[in-house]
Nanobody, 119 residues
């Protein structure tokens, strides 16, 4: 198991930016693909962005393409989510998740960090 701790959430105005961080510990970080998900009140959890174990490939949900950027620093055991041009509909709890190479599901999750975007 890898332990994940998110940070960087908070309040932002529409059009503003925030950067989330997720620090991992407990296992070899570079053996895990990483992702960010989010869940707004009364909505299902939504995939936001993903990155492969060495950072060579990224993917994004349609609602955040061209606004959010996922990256990772394997030397620091950390994955980031740079969020630009924030919209009120980005308001949600953001979760970091890890998927061990060879596994088909994300089964390591952080506790989440709240992001609130005001109009």
């Amino acid at each position: 198991q890898v332990q994940l701790v998110e940070s960087g959430g908070g309040l932002a105005q529409a059009g503003g930016s925030l950067r989330l961080s997720c620090a991992a510990s407990g296992r070899t970080f570079s053996n895990y693909a990483m992702a960010w998900f989010r869940q707004a009140p009364e909505k299902e959890r939504e995939f936001v962005a993903g990155i492969t174990s060495r950072g060579g490939r990224t993917s994004y949900g349609d609602s955040v393409k061209d606004r959010f950027t996922i990256s990772r620093d394997n030397a620091k055991n950390t994955v980031y989510l740079q969020m630009n041009s924030l919209k009120p509909e980005d308001t949600a709890v953001y979760y970091c998740a890890a998927r061990l190479l060879g596994s088909d599901s994300y089964n390591n999750w952080g506790q989440g960090t709240q992001v609130t975007v005001s109009s």
